[in-house]
C-alpha cells in the first residue's frame, strides 16, 4: 500500500523513511526536511546501487567497489578497477555516516552524494556510461518503472531521480554498533588494553580523527611521500592553492579493520602501516600539518595498544546488515 500526502514536495511519494540520529553524534549534514527519504526511495536507490547497467559495459556498478564485506570500501585492491581495466586515482572510501559529511571525495571536489554518483557514471576509467543511455536501458525493465512509480508518483525514469534514489540509499548506511559504540552507552565494557589504546588514541590521535564520526572533515598534508607516478596534489587540485598541496580528507576510521588498503592511494596494506609512518615516516614540506612536525612518537607497546583500540570500530551489524545487501 502506498501512503500518499505525506511529503513536502509533490515530487515524492512512498512512505516517510525516519533518520534516527544516534546517541552522542550531532545533528547530520545532510537536510532531511528538504530532501525527504521514504522507504521506496530507499529501495530503489539499493537496486541502482547494486545494477551493472549503470556502467557501460554491465560489469561497473557501485557495488563493485563498494562491497558490503570490506565496509563498502573495494576487498582486496588499492585502487579500484573500472571499465576497460583502468584504475582509479584512489583508494576507494569505506562508506558509512554519509549523511554527517559536508563534502565528498577525498579531496573535498563533490559538494553532495548526487554528484559524486554522477561523476562515477561519467567517469570513463570508472562506470564510462551516459545517462540517456542508463534511461533507455532502465525503461525496458518493468520492475523499475513501477519503483519510479512508487517513489516518485510517475514511472518516468529521469536523471535528477537516478541520482535523488542512489542518495536515499547512501544517506541511510549508518553505522554505529561497533564496541566502540556499545561502550559508550555503556552494554560493554574495553579491555586494559583497548583502554589504554583509546587514551593514547585521544592525546594523539583525536585532534583529526575527532569522535564520533572519526574525522573533522579537515583536509591535512600527514607527510606521506608523493608517488611520482599517480602525482595526485589532493585538496590543491580543487582550490588551485599552493597551501592545500598533498592535503587529503582526516577518513574516518569506523570499519578500518574491515576496509582494505589505507591511505588515499592505498599504498598501505594493512592501517598498522599508516601509524608506522606516523611514527618515523613523516616527511617534512611547507605544507605538512603542524602536529606532525616531529611524527607521531610512541612505543612499539603504545603501537600495539593503538591498533587494539582501533579494531574496536568494527560494526560487525553494519557489514552483515541484509538492509543493504545486494
Ligand atoms: C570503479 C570503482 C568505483 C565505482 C564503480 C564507484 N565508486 Fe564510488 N568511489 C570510488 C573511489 C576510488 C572513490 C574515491 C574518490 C576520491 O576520493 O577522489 C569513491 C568515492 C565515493 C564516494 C565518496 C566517499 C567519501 O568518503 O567522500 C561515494 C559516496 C561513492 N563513491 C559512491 C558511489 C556510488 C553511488 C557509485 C555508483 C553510482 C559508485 N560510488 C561507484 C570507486 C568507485
Ligand atoms: C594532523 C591530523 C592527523 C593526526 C594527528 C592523525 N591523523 Fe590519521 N590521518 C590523517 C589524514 C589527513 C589521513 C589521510 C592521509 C591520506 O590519505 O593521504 C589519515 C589517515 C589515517 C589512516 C588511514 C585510514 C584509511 O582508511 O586509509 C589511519 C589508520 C590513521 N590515519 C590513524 C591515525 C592514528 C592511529 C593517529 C594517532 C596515532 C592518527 N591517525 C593521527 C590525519 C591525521
Known amino acids: 500500500?502506498?501512503?500518499?500526502?505525506?511529503?513536502?514536495?509533490?515530487?515524492?511519494?512512498?512512505?516517510?523513511?525516519?533518520?534516527?540520529?544516534?546517541?552522542?553524534?550531532?545533528?547530520?549534514?545532510?537536510?532531511?526536511?528538504?530532501?525527504?527519504?521514504?522507504?521506496?526511495?530507499?529501495?530503489?536507490?539499493?537496486?541502482l546501487f547494486y545494477d551493472g547497467r549503470l556502467s557501460k559495459d554491465g560489469n561497473f556498478a557501485c557495488g563493485s567497489c563498494h562491497q558490503?564485506?570490506?565496509a563498502f570500501t573495494t576487498f582486496d585492491h588499492d585502487r579500484s578497477h573500472g571499465y576497460n581495466h583502468a584504475h582509479t586515482l584512489r583508494n576507494a572510501p569505506a562508506l558509512s555516516n554519509l549523511a554527517w559529511y559536508p563534502a565528498?571525495?577525498?579531496?573535498?571536489?563533490?559538494a553532495s552524494l548526487e554528484s559524486v554518483a554522477l561523476a562515477h557514471i561519467l567517469a570513463s576509467d570508472e562506470m564510462a556510461e551516459s545517462i540517456p543511455s542508463i534511461v533507455q536501458k532502465l525503461k525496458q525493465d518493468a520492475t523499475y518503472k513501477k519503483m519510479f512509480r512508487e517513489t516518485y508518483g510517475s514511472e518516468?525514469?529521469?536523471p535528477d531521480k537516478i541520482l535523488n534514489a542512489l542518495t536515499q540509499f547512501l544517506v541511510?548506511?549508518?553505522?554505529?554498533?561497533?564496541?566502540?559504540d556499545q561502550v559508550k552507552i555503556g552494554t560493554v565494557?574495553?579491555?586494559a588494553q583497548e583502554q589504554n589504546g583509546y587514551a593514547l588514541?585521544?592525546?594523539?590521535?583525536?585532534?583529526?580523527?575527532?569522535?564520533?564520526?572519526?574525522?573533522?572533515?579537515?583536509?591535512?598534508?600527514t607527510g606521506l611521500p608523493i608517488d611520482a607516478q599517480l602525482k595526485d596534489y589532493?585538496?590543491?587540485r580543487v582550490t588551485g592553492n599552493k597551501a592545500d598541496s598533498l592535503k587529503f580528507r582526516v577518513p574516518s576510521l569506523r570499519n578500518l579493520d574491515y576496509s582494505s588498503y589505507y591511505a588515499h592511494d592505498g599504498r598501505f596494506s594493512v592501517f598498522r602501516m599508516m601509524i608506522q609512518h606516523y611514527r618515523s615516516g613523516v616527511i617534512q614540506s611547507p605544507s605538512l600539518d603542524p602536529l606532525l612536525i616531529n611524527g607521531i612518537p610512541m612505543t612499539m607497546a603504545e603501537e600495539n595498544d593503538l591498533v587494539v583500540f582501533l579494531r574496536t570500530l568494527s560494526d560487525p551489524t553494519y557489514i552483515n546488515n541484509s538492509r543493504f545487501a545486494e
Not at 540520529?21 to 539499493?46: D, H, I, S, W
Not at 565528498?104 to 563533490?110: C, E, H, K, L, P
Not at 588514541?201 to 598534508?221: G, I, M, V
Open 172 to 180: 541511510h548506511m549508518v553505522s554505529t554498533d561497533s564496541k566502540y
Open 234 to 236: 589532493g585538496r590543491m
Open 68 to 70: 558490503q564485506v570490506a
Open 201 to 221: 588514541f585521544q592525546s594523539k590521535c583525536a585532534s583529526c580523527h575527532t569522535e564520533p564520526l572519526f574525522t573533522d572533515f579537515s583536509y591535512r598534508n
Open 104 to 110: 565528498f571525495r577525498q579531496d573535498g571536489s563533490a
Open 189 to 191: 565494557a574495553f579491555t
Open 156 to 158: 518516468s525514469i529521469t
Open 1 to 47: 500500500m502506498l501512503l500518499e500526502g505525506c511529503r513536502k514536495t509533490d515530487v515524492q511519494k512512498g512512505r516517510p523513511l525516519a533518520f534516527n540520529v544516534p546517541a552522542g553524534f550531532p545533528q547530520p549534514v545532510y537536510n532531511f526536511q528538504q530532501n525527504p527519504t521514504t522507504e521506496e526511495g530507499f529501495l530503489l536507490g539499493k537496486k
